[in-house]
């Protein structure tokens, strides 16, 4: 079944709450690796060599831990700036560009190899997957209402 693009374009924003959702989750994922300490472990404390705070493991576990770190920084800058876009006026494409990015912030303790970070790979898995989620519940409201009569609802 298609989705009618033009549907969701007209759909008013106070009833795409997923928007404002998404627009937190971006600011969690910003600043999770501050929160979390993505690569801490307990019993280790400090800057590391390449800058990170905490990072234990020593250079074993700092690329994994930049790497997780960058990867929120990069993609909630993204998820952030899209949510926004989408209060404003929303285009298909955002849910589309959501939609992706919810993939790839869940498969990416995996292509990235930070799965040995907890607080990472967590981090990652559950904010991809509200991510996807809700870009799912966005495409799936913009398909035609069928009304009483058969109708749909006319084009502007």
Same mark, same amino acid.
């Given at each position: 079944?298609?989705?009618?693009?033009?549907?969701?374009?007209?759909m008013p924003r106070g009833r795409h709450w997923q928007d404002w959702v998404n627009l937190v989750?971006?600011?969690? $994922?910003?600043?999770? !690796?501050?929160?979390?300490?993505?690569?801490?472990?307990?019993?280790?404390?400090?800057? *590391?060599?390449? +800058?990170?705070?905490?990072?234990? +493991?020593? %250079?074993?576990?700092? #690329?994994?831990?930049? %790497?997780?770190?960058w990867n929120a920084w990069i993609f909630g800058v993204i998820v952030f700036l899209v949510a926004?876009?989408?209060?404003? @006026?929303?285009? !298909? &494409?955002?849910?589309?560009?959501?939609? $992706? =990015?919810?993939? &790839?912030?869940?498969?990416? #303790? &995996?292509?990235l190899g930070f799965t040995g970070l907890p607080g990472a790979s967590w981090d990652h898995w =559950?904010?991809?997957? $509200?991510?996807?989620?809700?870009?799912?519940?966005?495409? +799936?409201?913009? @398909?035609?209402?069928?009304?009483? +009569?058969? *109708?749909? !609802?006319?084009? %502007?």
């Amino acid at each position: 079944m298609a989705y009618d693009t033009d549907t969701i374009a007209r759909m008013p924003r106070g009833r795409h709450w997923q928007d404002w959702v998404n627009l937190v989750l971006a600011v969690w $994922l910003f600043i999770s !690796p501050w929160i979390i300490s993505f690569g801490a472990t307990s019993g280790t404390s400090g800057y *590391d060599a390449y +800058g990170s705070y905490g990072a234990g +493991g020593g %250079a074993a576990a700092a #690329p994994a831990a930049s %790497a997780a770190a960058w990867n929120a920084w990069i993609f909630g800058v993204i998820v952030f700036l899209v949510a926004l876009s989408a209060l404003g @006026r929303m285009r !298909p &494409w955002q849910e589309w560009i959501n939609l $992706l =990015i919810g993939i &790839w912030l869940f498969v990416a #303790p &995996w292509v990235l190899g930070f799965t040995g970070l907890p607080g990472a790979s967590w981090d990652h898995w =559950i904010v991809g997957a $509200l991510i996807f989620i809700f870009a799912v519940w966005s495409l +799936g409201a913009g @398909r035609p209402a069928t009304l009483a +009569g058969g *109708d749909v !609802p006319p084009r %502007a």
